[in-house]
């Protein structure tokens, strides 16, 4: 099973940013397109984000977080990142990041232990 380690959460203002990162274990990233994922208390979880490993198209699975959120991969470094500009109280959640070798990967709960973006005044 692939693991992956996130981490670049915490608490910010509304209208503050945040870059996340989405880290291999034990395995390399290049060859599977990553989707960052969030889910909040209470709530079924949502996709935000995805990079494909062909070419590096990304796409948004939200139109809630278009225009201020970005996706990029550093292979080099084995990190998928995801940029988040504009952030308001809605994105309040845990965000996880997960992978697939057949394209974009499909909303799933939260396994591991993700990382707490909170958006807060």
């Known amino acids: 099973q692939l693991q992956f380690v996130e981490s670049g959460g915490g608490l910010v203002q509304p209208g503050g940013s945040l870059r996340l990162s989405c880290a291999a274990s034990g395995f390399t990233l290049d060859r599977l397109a990553i989707g960052w994922f969030r889910q909040a208390p209470g709530k079924d979880p949502e996709g935000v984000s995805c990079i494909t490993s062909t070419d590096g198209s990304t796409y948004s699975y939200t139109d809630s977080v278009k225009g201020r959120f970005t996706i990029s991969r550093d292979n080099a470094k084995n990190t998928v990142y995801l940029q988040m500009h504009s952030l308001k109280p809605e994105d309040t959640a845990v965000y996880y990041c997960?992978?697939?070798?057949?394209?974009?990967?499909?909303?799933?709960?939260?396994r591991g232990q993700g990382t707490q973006v909170t958006v807060s005044s």
């Open positions: 997960r992978g697939s070798p057949h394209g974009c990967p499909g909303v799933a709960p939260l």
